[in-house]
């Protein structure tokens, strides 16, 4: 942890950017703020005077102005000034494509190690900085990429492809970058993308990008040294989401202060996982009315997932609190291994996750519950979680108690995909050294299924928890070894605390567990 609040300091000590020499307003350049008048020529002519003469301040002033794609440079802020709305042009003609940095890469595409990339549909952006240094942009203004459907679809008839929809922003390979006191608004496609940055600071930024299909919030790829605090995130895809496309891992990432909804996501890693993630911190966050997952930890084409801490969050009305997942999709953004074979499975280890206040809302059961898993030869491990308390709705009668969950090793990530779990609470899987302290599960309606059903579980500790059960067991165990359950508590009426194998109860041990008169503390599988 002294290394992680060293980073911590040292990002927050070197986030200002120079102080500014120079202040120009775009409407001394020619700009009108009409809400009609097209000014990308006269906004980019502030850009490039500020730039060229040291560095400095765009001033934009109350008013809306429309404009096509803005490419910001070294030692500029782009400042919106109290009442300033930047509106996103609703032509993709004012979008050129001509952007470096899109990420993930199609899979079929070859991209040697150093060079720009350049495929996807979200290579439009409405702002675009290229490898600048000290930039960033400021408020209290919005900016607005008016990216609804109607201008900007989806799908469009009579095509095979997806239509072309302009990111709200993108920074490519940059150094400092700077976003804050702004409104972030109503992208058609990704929001805010990073790309091979270096010493990125986010804050109080208040970002609501719903307003088409894959409307993430911020995504950052491949970065170093990031810190993202005191915002308000709204999304309708990935809220805040790292990702991995290329040769360089994310690392050093801080997510602090935050109140975040999203439809797909809170918190993800992935799913592009290329060349991995490590020493992530998340903290201090209301994570809010998410649908599919709260945080999700994946980790499918290569990498390694490592050093991961979160603690101290708040999830109210949420699907599925906590996935964590390595598989073997194995898509090559950048190339397959560099002797040409296939991309290698990779490695998930070293999460530890704390202190969490969750509210399970949902009424389909494929979406409720926890699951950890690697896949067959490839264990996830050293997973810690402490003092976790989860709410469930209760999903009825046990239906899918024994259920086989299938392994999809190389289908895309997502909980919900797998199935109804056999298990209300935690399922886990290909997985060791899994350690739970002061863990408090409960459901509010019927629930026959038990708290946790282990699969090739090799290492696993629960203590001192609280632990609502009615079903036949409070945990089943298939195929795993050193097991032990201390100082449980144990709610309802359970037929019995552990029911295992024969060969798996030899490994089993517990004491100082608190049982309902009629629950057994072991039973063996018929």
Known sequence: MNYFAGIILFIAASGQLNASTLDVSIADCGAVGDGKAINTAQIQKAIDQVHEQGGGRVLIPRGQFVTGTLYLKSHVRLSLQGGAELLGSRSLADYPASNPGSGEVVASQKVPTGQVLTASEYIQALLVADQAVEVGIEGPGTIDGRGQPDAFPVQIAGQKELGRRPMLMRFYRCQNVRLEKVSLNNPASWGVHLVDCDNVHIRSV??????????????????RDVFISDSNISSGDDAVCLKSSFGKPCENIFVKDCVISSDTAAFKCGTSSRAGFRNIIVSDCVMRDVKMGAIKLECVDGGTLENILIHNIIMDRVEGPLFIRLGNRGAAYQTPEPDGSPVKVGALRNITI?????????ADKV???IMITGIPGHKVSGIRLDNIVIRFPGMGPADTVGRIVPEDEKRYPEQFFFGSLPSYGMFIRHAENVELNDIQFSYSGEEKRPAFVLEDVNGFTLR???????????????????????NCKVTGSPNCLIQAGANELEQVSQSGNRLPKNTKAISCKK
Not at 206 to 223: E, F, L, T, Y
Not at 354 to 362: F, P
Request: with cysteine; aromatic share 0%.
């Open 464 to 486: 001192d928890s609280n632990l609502q059960a009615d079903g036949r067991a409070v945990l089943e165990a298939t195929d795993s070894s050193e097991m032990c359950l201390s």
């Open 367 to 369: 979406r409720s519950g």
């Open 354 to 362: 704390s202190n969490i206040r969750a509210t399970v809302a949902t």
């Open 206 to 223: 208040n970002i609501s990008h719903r307003a088409n299909h894959n409307n993430d919030g911020i995504d950052i790829d491949g970065c």
